[in-house]
């Protein structure tokens, strides 16, 4: 007989627990809270899973009010075959030499530079992921390399001891989202963040213990790709009336226990050459909905940052189908299944695909470059390159927040509906422990008053769960979501924001690192490149070669 799953009690939870603070709050937020406590605690995140909270109707107007197509479907890892071969040993189903890219955002943008730098063959984008890579993305574009500056020797021993001593109470504000849980570790995984270990100390080493000469040249990189994302931009506004990013700034915030680390922050930033600046309460009244009155915060602002829309992709390969349709193909629900090189010239010859319907496609190649994601490339039977991911929580969230509020907040005869719709309020926001918060979209709430507020969230660095093909973790379903990143989303969002906070869904979105925490290409032919960890210093590193000129 099945033994039925009974909810832990909420003050049983975790090891330490002292009483929620729900200061300020009204007695509906506090019932609400303590509701989705409860739900958290029995829920079962699995690798293979996004799980939807709450009512059907919220996941409709997420799905109504924003640009997220959000499914529970979840596209699981494939293989790419390296295969060494001739070009006389299939049959090319295009008849056309082309400029192959398949995968991500990298690819797709590989294939912008292509075409705007008026290529002459035609150029190929082919992606089996229906582009929902972007509706689980944190949609933050940021100049900063991705905090490897900000962890200190002591977050890698706090990370390291947390493995043995699980300490960390997510009801505070200093919880600690970057762990190393060693379950199950296998030998290669152990030497992997060994190296990243080392590295990072090697890095710092060199610096002083101050930022890393490699993240200045990432920042660098960084910022050239955000004025590429600009340009594409204002190509696609002046083109599509439709934009796929906002430039018009970002916040760190933290409590005032954190201000000692926020500086810290800041002061990093500042050497790398990124403008940033505190701003006072003043700032944050007139431009975030922060509860500033029930409790104090301290946040500085990086005017250069800003946020990607979800439909970003779509909207990109949109305006290449309109400008260049005979050299532009988008090979929607396609499947990179082998490259064949040719042992004598090693270089890339050609493709197969499967195509939507199953059957293979051969095509004839000038070039490859592909940015895959989690799917493994292999040669001679074994992986071109070593995979470590890093696994973060990310989920849709709603704020229920009533009118009153809002009209707290506007200025100048500005109605809320102006409000909400203005891009320079309600800023993206950080803080120093890997929460990220996006706006995605509002409506009117059925509830007379009210409105419903859409964001993207997420937090997280769980390193050591290995999603690759094949592997334990993967066969036997073991989550990859941590539970306690959900509890301190859910305590930061409703201690420090307006309204009323709830998950309308919850998942994991893992990438790719290598030891120093950059983009890496992997070149398999003098004309074949497969890249990784693009994410690792944020989307933005996608376009950081094109170069564009305007």
């Known amino acids: 007989m099945a033994t039925m799953k009974v909810a832990k009690p909420v003050n049983q939870l975790f090891k330490s627990k002292k009483t929620t603070p729900f200061l300020g709050w009204s007695s509906e937020k506090i019932k609400c809270y303590k509701s989705i406590l409860e739900k ?55 008849n056309q030499t082309v400029a192959y890219t398949a995968g991500g955002l990298s690819a797709l943008l590989k294939a912008f530079e292509l075409l705007h730098n008026r290529s002459e063959m035609k150029v190929v984008f082919s992606s089996d992921s229906h582009l929902s890579i972007m509706d689980r993305s944190g949609l933050q574009a940021h100049q900063h390399p991705t905090q490897y500056d900000e962890y200190t020797l002591s977050d890698l021993i706090k990370a390291l001891s947390f493995n043995f001593i699980d300490s960390r109470d997510p009801e505070k504000s200093n919880y600690q989202s970057f762990s190393i849980p060693m379950l199950n570790p296998s030998t290669s995984k152990l030497i992997s963040y060994t190296n990243f270990f080392l590295e990072f100390l090697q890095q710092k080493g060199m610096a002083g213990f101050d930022v890393t000469q490699r993240s200045k040249l990432v920042v660098e990189g960084q910022k050239l790709s955000l004025e590429n994302f600009s340009y594409i931009d204002y190509l696609t506004r002046a083109s599509l009336n439709k934009s796929i990013m906002e430039r018009k700034g970002r916040l760190y915030f933290g409590f005032p226990e954190d201000l000692p680390r926020l500086k810290h922050g800041l002061n990093s930033w500042k050497m790398l050459g990124i403008e940033s600046y505190f701003v006072d309460d003043a700032f944050l009244k007139d431009r975030t909905l922060f509860d500033i009155e029930n409790q104090p915060v301290h946040a500085y602002f990086i005017p250069g940052d ?33 490259v064949y090189i040719n042992p004598g010239s090693e270089t890339a010859v050609a493709v197969k695909e499967i195509t939507p319907d199953g059957s293979d496609r051969y095509s004839s190649i000038n070039s490859i470059y592909c940015s895959l994601g989690h799917d493994q490339v292999f040669r001679n039977g074994q992986a071109i390159y070593k995979e470590t991911l890093a696994t973060s929580t990310t989920g849709d969230w709603v704020q229920h927040i009533h009118v009153d509020d809002l009209k707290s907040r506007l200025t100048n005869n500005m109605t809320i509906e102006e409000y909400l719709n203005n891009s ?42 290995q999603t690759g093909l094949g592997s334990k973790n993967e066969k036997r379903g073991h989550s990859v979501l941590e539970k306690k990143d959900v509890i301190n989303k859910l305590y930061k969002l409703n201690k420090t924001q307006l309204g009323i906070w709830k998950p309308i869904t919850e998942g994991s979105c893992s990438r790719k690192i290598d030891k120093n925490n950059t983009r890496t290409n992997h070149s398999v032919a003098s004309n074949a490149i497969f890249s990784i960890n693009a994410s690792g210093t944020g989307v933005v590193d996608a376009a950081k070669h094109i170069k564009l000129q305007k």
């Open 424 to 465: 320079e309020y309600n800023l993206p926001y950080a803080d120093k422990f890997n929460l990220h918060v996006t706006r995605l979209g509002y409506k009117k709430s059925s509830i007379q008053d009210w409105y419903d507020i859409f964001y993207r969230v997420t937090e997280g660095g769980v390193l050591n769960y």
């Open 306 to 338: 800003g946020f990607f829309y979800p439909d970003i992709m779509e909207v990109i390969i949109e305006y290449l189908q309109l400008h260049y349709p005979d050299k532009f193909e988008y090979r929607a629900n396609t499947k990179l299944a082998s």
């Open 40 to 94: 958290i605690s029995v829920s079962d995140f699995k690798l293979s899973k996004i799980q939807a909270f709450g009512d059907a109707r919220l996941l409709d107007e997420l799905r109504e009010a924003t640009k997220v197509k959000f499914s529970t479907k979840w596209h699981k890892q494939s293989a790419v075959q390296i295969v060494n071969s001739t070009a006389t040993e299939f049959t090319d189903s295009t």
